[in-house]
């Protein structure tokens, strides 16, 4: 494995691919969607047919099942919710909106580190906060509203998206010992397991799911889900954090140019100004590691 040192070409080239398709992925989904296959079926098919593709990868290294089992748990759980949560608020939503609050993460990840891993925060941390937050308020605020708050159900899930991605970053940081193989089927198996218990729980109505569809499930499944985890866990694990982090912002720019190519959906100028406010935010923040000490 290259040295986190150096940053190997090939490891960029892989967090772009990655960030390109995770900017993008939210087409085929739509595509989908319109065919038939709702929000929970169509994350279903997708990430059960994501494990059934991991199982072989992760399977010389299934012995780290019994040894971490309670944090495996929590890493399926929580990159569960992070999934799921975004492809339903990404199907309903603004790209570009859901795009820009879920990269509040940096902010949840900062105040979970100081609540639960004691880890100090500098003035440059609490100014970056700052400016995420303003950032944040300008987008969530409405004429006819007294308070910035979250519109619609979109919001709300892009934001608990955030939050739960932030949350699995810390148990992923204490399980740097497990094979990513095995991290990435458990956390496939998480967000099928969110998402049978929501269609059960909100009885969502059976798609009728036709050989064809079903093909396109796989096909998305095999080509998008596990390729872009495999891009990003590849380029993240041979370079430094603070720079893998700002070359995956490159998603922003991959979801901005197919939202104004692919769709009419605008944002208003101040929803545009507070994105760029969280942007610059996320990317101080990644910086942070390299620059404030």
Request: hydrophobic share 60%.
């Amino acid at each position: 494995m290259a040295s986190k040192s150096a940053v190997p070409g090939l490891a960029i080239l892989a967090l772009l691919a990655g960030a390109t398709m995770w900017g993008v992925v939210w087409y085929p989904m739509r595509l989908l969607e319109t065919a038939g296959l709702s929000g929970p079926w169509l994350t279903l098919l997708l990430y059960l047919v994501s494990s059934l593709a991991g199982v072989p990868l992760a399977w010389r290294h299934r012995g780290w099942l019994a040894k971490r089992p309670g944090l495996l748990l929590a890493i399926a759980l929580s990159v569960g919710w992070t999934n799921l949560s975004f492809i339903l608020a990404i199907l309903d939503g603004n790209v570009m909106r859901v795009l820009l609050l879920f990269y509040l993460s940096p902010v949840w990840a900062v105040v979970l580190s100081w609540l639960f891993l004691k880890e100090h925060i500098s003035h440059y941390t609490v100014a970056i906060l700052a400016v995420a937050i303003i950032g944040a308020l300008m987008m969530l605020w409405h004429p006819d509203d007294s308070w910035p708050w979250p519109r619609d159900s979109a919001d709300w899930l892009a934001l608990s998206s955030g939050l739960a991605f932030a949350v699995s970053n810390i148990f992923i940081r204490h399980g740097e010992d497990v094979p990513v193989p095995v991290k990435s089927l458990v956390s496939w198996l998480g967000v099928t397991l969110l998402a049978g218990l929501m269609i059960f729980f909100t009885n969502t109505a059976v798609p009728a799911l036709t050989p064809n569809l079903f093909l396109d499930v796989v096909a998305l499944a095999v080509l998008g889900m596990v390729v872009m985890t495999m891009l990003v866990q590849y380029g993240v694990s041979n370079m430094p954090v603070h720079r893998s982090a700002i070359i995956l912002l490159f998603e922003l720019v991959a979801g901005a140019i197919s939202q104004q190519l692919l769709t009419d959906e605008i944002l208003t100028a101040a929803e545009w100004v507070g994105g760029l406010l969280v942007v610059a935010a996320a990317g101080m923040m990644a910086l942070r590691e390299k620059y404030a000490g």
